[in-house]
Structure formats: C-alpha cells, structure tokens
T-cell receptor, first 115, second 113 residues
Framework: AQKITQTQPGMFVQEKEAVTLDCTYD???????LFWYKQPSSGEMIFLIY??????QNATEGRYSLNFQKARKSANLVISASQLGDSAMYFC????????????FGKGTSLLVTP | DVKVTQSSRYLVKRTGEKVFLECVQD?????MFWYRQDPGLGLRLIYF???????EKGDIPEGYSVSREKKERFSLILESASTNQTSMYLC????????????FGPGTRLTVT
C-alpha cells in the first residue's frame, strides 16, 4: 500500500524568501507519479507540479520546483520568492493505479507567508 | 478551460435525511472521484468510477453510495445523513493517462445537524 507523509503541520516564511515543504512516500511500485496541490482558504484544489518516477530531471513550474530524491523516497516542494498569496494548505499526493488513478494524499502543510 | 462543478458550495441537512451531492465535468474524462476532507486527515477517497455505470469503493465508503448514469455526471449519496458525515466533499476527474493531473471541483461543505 502507498503512504504519503508530510511531517510539517505548519510553516512560516517571510515574503520573498524561499521555503521547502517536505514530503516522503512509500510504495513498492517501480512506476509512480507524485503531485503537489495548493488549497487556499477558499477551498479549491490547485494543481502545482508533477514528478514522474522515471523523469530524468526534477520538475519545475515557475516559482515551484521539486527536489526529487528517489533513493530517499522524498519529493519536497520548493517555493522560491514567496508571496503573500502563497499562504495556503499544500498537499503532496501519489497516484494509485489500483483506484482508477485516484490520489493518495498526505495530511498537508499549512504555509503562512508574512510581510 | 476545463471545469468540474459541484451542485452546492454549502449545504445544511438534518440527521437521517437523504443527501445528494452532484458533480459534473465537461472534459469528457473517464475517471471520476469523490473525496472527503477533514482537518488533520487530508483527503480520503470515498468512491471512484472509471466508466459509466461502473463504481468502485475507495478507502471510506461506509455510509455512502454513488451513481454514474452519464459520463459527465457523478453523484454522491448519503442514504441517511449522520453528524459524523459533516465534512468538505470534493469531486475530481481525470483522463486515463497516468501522468495527467486530477481536476477538482470547488467543494461542498456539508453540515449535518
């Protein structure tokens, strides 16, 4: 069975600083996909970034990048140059082939960006 | 622009009532999902469907059922609502490609009193 662990319930970062949100996972599948989603207080889930297990390079999308360390089974999200609008819950998730490609989510990290 | 819509953003129901949560997607996606979100627990899968009239139980199906009569619509049914079903309910859809993101609806915050 898959498991996603996010060990930081809450994080603070100052505006314009970089922040790393941790995610570790456990799976026996050789092929898997990892996702990060952002959930602002309004409640919608916003897709940020995807990393495939066989991707040669770490994924990047604008200010978001993934520090993917396959041997350590970690996929940490790095947000560079934090903005006030980055304050939200962040969820790491892994695709589950046995559930129609549903996502197994971690419990999330609440990020607060301060001026 | 891709879209997943849910019938209500907020819903208040009484214990014992039958509750219908509707989800519609306009992307012709095969797979659809219902999740429940509770503080400190993340999102948990209730049911999923990979085709019309097909449904499979997720991790927490007890107390819920689903219906998928058309490809674009996936309904979650609480046969007899209970207070422990007070939660945020999120619908999502995805095509069958492994690498594709999941598209979420805005969520329904259900309160059962």
């Amino acid at each position: 069975a898959q498991k996603i662990t996010q060990t930081q319930p809450g994080m603070f970062v100052q505006e314009k600083e970089a922040v790393t949100l941790d995610c570790t996972y456990d799976t026996s599948d050789p092929s898997y996909g990892l996702f990060w989603y952002k959930q602002p207080s309004s409640g919608e889930m916003i897709f940020l970034i995807y990393q495939g297990s066989y991707d040669q390079q770490n994924a990047t999308e604008g200010r978001y990048s993934l520090n993917f360390q396959k041997a350590r089974k970690s996929a940490n999200l790095v947000i560079s140059a934090s903005q006030l609008g980055d304050s939200a819950m962040y969820f790491c998730a892994m695709r589950d082939e046995d559930s129609g490609y549903a996502l197994n989510f971690g419990k999330g990290t609440s990020l607060l960006v301060t001026p | 622009d891709v879209k997943v819509t849910q019938s209500s953003r907020y819903l208040v129901k009484r214990t014992g009532e039958k509750v219908f949560l509707e989800c519609v997607q306009d992307m012709d996606h095969e797979n659809m999902f219902w999740y429940r979100q509770d503080p400190g627990l993340g999102l948990r899968l209730i049911y999923f469907s990979y085709d019309v009239k097909m449904k499979e139980k997720g991790d927490i199906p007890e107390g819920y059922s689903v219906s998928r009569e058309k490809k674009e619509r996936f309904s979650l049914i609480l046969e007899s609502a209970s207070t422990n079903q007070t939660s945020m309910y999120l619908c999502a859809s995805t095509p069958r490609e492994f690498w594709d993101e999941q598209y979420f609806g805005p969520g329904t915050r259900l309160t059962v009193t």
